[in-house]
């Protein structure tokens, strides 16, 4: 069954020009190259929600929980964090539309 990786953060805004060049450049990228499936990338203009929010897919649970429990994936998330605030990610069933 297809799992989906949700991640969400804020923008710290006192970095936003390296934010948006380290995701378009590294980021987004290295997610790619893990395996998944990018699926969902989401802003919020208005209200009281993480301002980003992205959706990657791959086909197990056991894979997804393989990548997210490495050293690799731990460094790029490190690497997101000098840039964002309030980093989450959950592991939830994908389905066909928008989830949070």
Not at 15 to 33: C, G, I, M, N, W
Not at 44 to 56: H, K, M, R, S
Not at 71 to 82: A, F, I, P, R, S
């Amino acid at each position: 069954m297809p799992v989906k990786l949700i991640m969400t953060w804020d923008i710290n805004p006192e970095h936003e020009q390296e934010y948006f060049e380290f995701v378009v450049r590294e980021f987004l990228p290295e997610v790619q190259k893990f395996g998944f499936k990018l699926s969902d990338a989401w802003a919020t203009v208005y209200g009281d929600q993480p301002q980003i929010l992205v959706g990657a897919i791959l086909p197990t649970y056991q894979k997804v929980l393989k990548i997210t429990d490495s050293e690799e994936w731990t460094m790029l998330v490190n690497n997101l964090l000098d840039f964002v605030t309030d980093y989450q990610q959950k592991i939830v069933p994908a389905s066909g539309g928008f989830q949070f």
